[in-house]
């Protein structure tokens, strides 16, 4: 196989592995406890690539690193305030909901990423000192 064909497929096992929607920090440290040789570099460019692809779900939030999602089908995501982690939430997905915006200012629109936030569980019991 392929050098690089090789790097993508380990890098899509840990995203798959991790389950977590972590962030390519946290992917790269996942992965060097067993591969230390491979690059930061490496490991940014195929997560990217990986998304461009269509095989995991990049998760775009504001000011902070970008999550990597192996669950690919649309559906949306709560972040913690307290500790910026990402959870799935069950509700039902809004197709096409740009076709519904009035005026967009002459925009083509392309998607937008809504993410839900608030406090999670185990946060919740910490700040409630429990
Ligand atoms: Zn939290
Ligand atoms: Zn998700």
């Keep these: 196989m392929q050098r690089n064909t090789l790097q993508n497929s380990l890098i899509l096992e840990?995203?798959?592995k991790l389950?977590?929607?972590?962030?390519?920090?946290e992917i790269?440290?996942?992965i060097s406890v067993q591969y230390p040789n491979i690059s930061?570099?490496?490991?940014y460019r195929n997560l990217n690539k990986l998304a461009r692809d269509g095989k995991i779900y990049?998760?775009?939030v504001p000011g902070q690193a970008d999550?990597?999602?192996?669950?690919?089908d649309e559906h949306y995501h709560i972040r913690c305030l307290n500790c910026a982690k990402i959870f799935d939430i069950?509700?039902?997905f809004v197709n096409n909901l740009q076709s519904s915006i009035k005026d967009a200012h002459g925009f083509v629109v392309n998607g937008c990423d809504l993410v839900f936030k608030g406090i999670c569980p185990k946060c919740k019991n910490i700040i409630r000192g429990e």
């Design 40 to 43: 930061k570099t490496t490991v």
């Design 19 to 25: 389950k977590c929607h972590a962030t390519a920090e």
């Design 90 to 92: 069950d509700i039902e």
């Design 14 to 16: 840990m995203v798959n």
């Design 28 to 30: 790269y440290a996942a």
């Design 67 to 72: 999550h990597y999602d192996h669950m690919r």
């Design 58 to 60: 990049k998760i775009e």
